[in-house]
């Protein structure tokens, strides 16, 4: 097998994120975006924000919707004004 420019170990933590739900599953990049969204930003505004294309932050927005098993920028922004539980919440 071929190792990435990252290497092997860090492979296998992404792909180990993958299978988390809720937001300790969330990278670094998907929690900005979605605490972005959230406040109603636009996906060119979060973009032109981190330096990012419009379409790399609809598929971590795709991603952030899977993980947290909603399906609209409502429900997220919804989930971001929840107190705590027991999942790791959001800082904003």
């Known amino acids: ?12 933590h992404r ?5 988390h739900v809720g ?4 990278t670094p990049g998907e929690h900005a ?9 636009s996906n060119q505004e979060i973009a ?6 419009s379409r790399t932050v609809a598929n971590q927005l795709h ?3 899977q993980k947290l098993r909603i399906g ?4 997220l922004s919804t989930l971001v004004c929840q107190p705590p539980s ?7």
Do not use: N
Request: cysteine-free; proline content about 6%.
């Open 1 to 12: 097998p071929q190792q990435g420019p990252r290497g092997s170990s860090d492979l296998a």
């Open 15 to 19: 792909q180990a994120l993958r299978h």
């Open 23 to 26: 937001w300790v599953g969330l």
């Open 33 to 41: 975006v979605a605490l972005l969204a959230a406040a109603g930003a």
């Open 48 to 53: 032109a924000l981190r330096g990012t294309s």
């Open 63 to 65: 991603q952030v919707f």
């Open 72 to 75: 609209s920028r409502a429900e």
């Open 86 to 92: 027991e999942d790791v919440a959001p800082s904003a």
